[in-house]
């Protein structure tokens, strides 16, 4: 299982910003999908959840009602649309495929991509 993280950059806040994890060798139905993050000096944090057929949403607070969340399991790409970015937004950003629905634990995903940088200036 290979995951592909695209779409990181410098965005002043308030813009908007959209990332894609593109997968290969895998069935991505099979696989619930989630997005991460770290910030510098800082644990790396659940962010967003797709269930496997893109049915269930599930959000950390920090970014519900900004971030979606959304997967073509067709395209086998899953996508975070981050609207309203804030400086503490900055982070690198991981997507990564799980087995098991509902938990913001990074311990129960199974495969990661390799990141990409998100910074939102002031």
């Known amino acids: 299982v290979q995951l592909q993280t695209f779409g990181g950059g410098l965005v002043q806040a308030g813009d908007s910003l959209r990332l894609s994890c593109a997968a290969s060798?895998?069935?991505?139905?099979?696989?619930?999908m989630g997005w991460f993050r770290q910030a510098p000096g800082k644990e790396r944090d659940f962010v967003a959840a797709?269930?496997?057929?893109?049915?269930?949403?599930l959000y950390a607070d920090s970014v519900e009602g900004r971030f979606t969340i959304s997967r073509d399991n067709v395209k086998k790409t899953v996508y975070l649309q981050m609207n309203s970015l804030k400086p503490e937004d900055t982070a690198v950003y991981y997507c990564?495929?799980?087995?098991?629905?509902?938990?913001?634990?990074?311990?129960?995903?199974?495969?990661w991509g390799q990141g990409t940088l998100v910074t939102v200036s002031s």
């Open positions: 990564a495929a799980g087995r098991k629905w509902g938990t913001e634990s990074r311990h129960e995903y199974l495969y």
């Open positions: 060798g895998v069935t991505l139905s099979s696989y619930v």
């Open positions: 797709v269930s496997w057929r893109g049915e269930r949403l």
